[in-house]
């Protein structure tokens, strides 16, 4: 059990329920003048040159890669995640900002159209103060996702962070100012959700960004819509792994434990159902279940330990709760479904089977170490499966026809699907979903295209023939 208290700002370490540290929520006039020096290093910001803005970019890089282990440390502190996955966030955060600091420049550039007469092209210009407001589960490629490629397009943002990652949320912020980013261009907020909305209302806040739940989506949307501003949403999904065939199984099997176990799985886009054809049902299955029994809970800061905690006492509570009903409704354990005995928000690491329509486990994203594996027939039924979903965000093919494989990819209804990995991210790919996954692209050149205003230019003699006028 954590400790109790006062802030919703709270390093509560999930391996020993102690609560570490605490942040004072700011609200009314403190936030007022938050935004006015957001709003006032905006018109500064973006009158920048664009490789003056890419070089903060590319500093910041330098410095996360510079902290390296005291980030990490933070993110195995505040939310239980397995120290050499710490690492690799931010190391991925900073390839993030470096691939940024070097290509956002040639994104932002003028494209030229073709016309038949005269010039017209259109311009990147920045919309101005942008609200961030980022998910616990990875605080800072989250963040520089959604930072890194506006920064550079001369927006300035403001950062809500989730409660649980305050520490996290201070030494992000801190990166940035010292590579140079000047008051008021990287903000970070530690404002309630009521307070939320005030922000979203605000007409120094150009547009808004979420990834998160559902729900909280759904809020953000509804509040951005209403004031006739922009919206991102990157928010749950249900990620289908099919598999269509039994040809390197053991890759495939080590694929799908890490596809499900990254991040504890506690990961959108980690693999949560499973879609296996009869053939190989049965190995499938053996498989997943010695390795996930195989897996060592312990300390997430222990480089021997493979299972974390999930990021709250609260999380583990919901997801057993989850599984506990889905087997009272019918479907099979194959393993795990309990707490762990220690200290810690554990959860055994879990396989349910003969989960059908109807059943929790069928329809809700499971957020946590556990897996739903499906028997299918063959490649139709398993395409079908995968698409019975809310959810759109990411999904992969495995199989040993790399053309069948492109053939099924191109049949599920996702935002991405990858084909003999699981899904994944890098800086240069775009990354979003559809359904109630959410809607907008993040990364690769497409980072940019969100939050801009995409202006034509359009030049023609003084003769020119008038003509052509509507509204």
Not at 89 to 100: F, K, M, N, T
Not at 108 to 133: Q, R, T
Not at 290 to 307: H, I, K, S, W
Request: glycine share 12%; net charge negative.
């Amino acid at each position: 059990m954590s400790e109790q208290r006062k802030s919703p700002f709270a390093t509560v370490s999930p391996y020993t329920g102690e609560t570490l540290a605490e942040f004072p929520v700011i609200e009314g006039e403190e936030v007022d003048s938050l935004l006015e020096t957001a709003g006032h290093a905006f018109e500064a910001w973006r009158r920048r040159p664009i490789a003056d803005r890419a070089a903060v970019l590319g500093r910041a890089a330098g410095l996360m890669r510079e902290r390296k282990e005291p980030l990490a440390r933070l993110l195995t502190e505040e939310m239980g995640k397995l120290i050499a996955e710490a690492r690799g966030e931010v190391d991925l955060a900073a390839s993030i900002l470096s691939y940024y600091a070097e290509h956002g420049p040639g994104f932002a550039a003028n494209e030229p159209l073709d016309v038949e007469e005269g010039e017209a092209y259109l311009v990147d210009e920045p919309l101005g103060v942008l609200l961030g407001v980022m998910p616990w589960n990875f605080p800072y490629y989250q963040v520089v996702r959604f930072a890194g490629p506006n920064l550079v397009l001369g927006n300035t943002v403001l950062v809500k962070h989730a409660g649980l990652c305050p520490q996290s949320a201070l030494a992000l912020e801190t990166v940035f100012r010292d590579a140079g980013a000047p008051p008021g261009t990287y903000t970070n907020l530690f404002v309630s959700h009521d307070e939320i909305s005030r922000v979203i209302d605000s007409p120094v806040v150009r547009g808004v960004s979420l990834t998160g739940s559902e729900r909280a989506g759904a809020q953000v949307a509804e509040r951005a819509g209403r004031n006739m501003k922009p919206s991102l949403l990157e928010l749950g999904g249900s990620d289908a792994f099919i598999v269509l065939d039994g040809e390197n199984l053991e890759r495939t099997i080590g694929a799908a434990v890490a596809g499900r176990m990254a991040n504890t799985g506690q990961s959108c886009v980690a693999s949560k159902r499973f879609i296996v054809l009869d053939e190989v049902y049965d190995d499938f299955v053996g498989g997943m279940r010695r390795a996930f029994e195989a897996l060592v809970p312990g300390d997430p800061a222990d480089e021997a330990t493979t299972l974390g905690p999930l990021s709250s006492e609260q999380a583990a509570v919901g997801l057993v709760k989850q599984i506990g009903e889905t087997v009272e409704q019918g479907a099979e354990l194959v393993t795990g479904g309990r707490r762990i005995d220690r200290p810690g928000a554990f959860v055994e690491p879990t396989i349910l089977t003969g989960v059908k329509p109807g059943m929790r486990a069928y329809a809700e994203e499971l957020f946590g170490p556990a897996a739903v594996i499906h028997r299918v027939a063959d490649e139709d039924e398993a395409v079908a499966l995968a698409n019975d979903s809310q959810y759109g965000l990411g999904g992969s093919v495995f199989c040993a026809d790399v053309e069948r494989g492109r053939r099924v990819a191109e049949r599920v209804e996702t935002g991405m699907v990858w084909v003999n990995h699981p899904t994944s991210t890098r800086p240069d790919l775009p990354f979003g979903g559809i359904k109630r996954s959410g809607y907008g692209r993040e990364l690769s050149g497409l980072g940019m295209r969100e939050f801009v205003n995409r202006k034509l230019v359009r030049v023609l003699p003084p003769d020119a023939e008038l003509g052509g006028i509507a509204g």
